[in-house]
């Protein structure tokens, strides 16, 4: 390694500080070991720690990494996984099965053979769990003509996401004639 003598300029209190806590002679090392450390060269420094706001970042990015290869791990074969994630989830659409490399009939068949809710709407089918089928069933029961503002505060993350898909298939609507919503 060649070495060579540079001149910078520092505010004359400030190196004084440093030379100070540095002592005279480590001065330069540590300085060589910064400027590695900024360049992002190894060379003996210390590599430099993320801010604790990037830190939560990765953290956040890393679990939603693993529910995603929990996601994709259930979708490549319609095991034990999928019906882990059915539980998790609540539903599955089956345009989440088709952006795996499963078979949707041979899925849904799997799901239906299992007890499990298969409804087929407009958009395609949905593979429901039944303990959340339920869940719904009775709270849109209680609710009875309660607009859907209120039934949105009323149900869980999970069931109201299967209210929206139901809805979306046009397998649920309000009657007017019943008052109340139907889930055909």
Do not use: C
């Amino acid at each position: 390694m060649v070495r060579r003598i540079v001149t910078i300029s520092i505010d004359a209190e400030l190196w004084e500080r440093f030379k100070a806590k540095a002592g005279p002679r480590n001065a330069s090392r540590i300085i060589e070991k910064l400027i590695r450390r900024w360049l992002g060269e190894a060379g003996g420094a210390e590599k430099p720690q993320p801010a604790p706001v990037l830190e939560e970042r990765l953290r956040t990015l890393e679990r939603r990494l693993e529910q995603l290869a929990v996601q994709v791990k259930a979708m490549q074969a319609p095991g034990e996984d999928a019906f882990v994630l059915l539980k998790q989830q609540g539903l599955i659409p089956e345009w989440e099965v088709l952006r795996s490399d499963i078979d949707p009939d041979d899925f849904f068949i799997e799901v239906a053979k299992r007890g499990y809710i298969v409804h087929a709407g407009a958009k395609g089918r949905i593979a429901i769990h039944p303990d959340l089928y339920d869940s719904l069933l009775s709270k849109l029961e209680e609710l009875g003509a309660a607009p859907e503002t209120q039934i949105k505060g009323r149900l869980t993350k999970n069931e109201y996401k299967l209210f929206n898909a139901l809805k979306e298939a046009k397998l649920l609507f309000y009657s007017v004639q019943h008052g109340k919503w139907i889930i055909i």
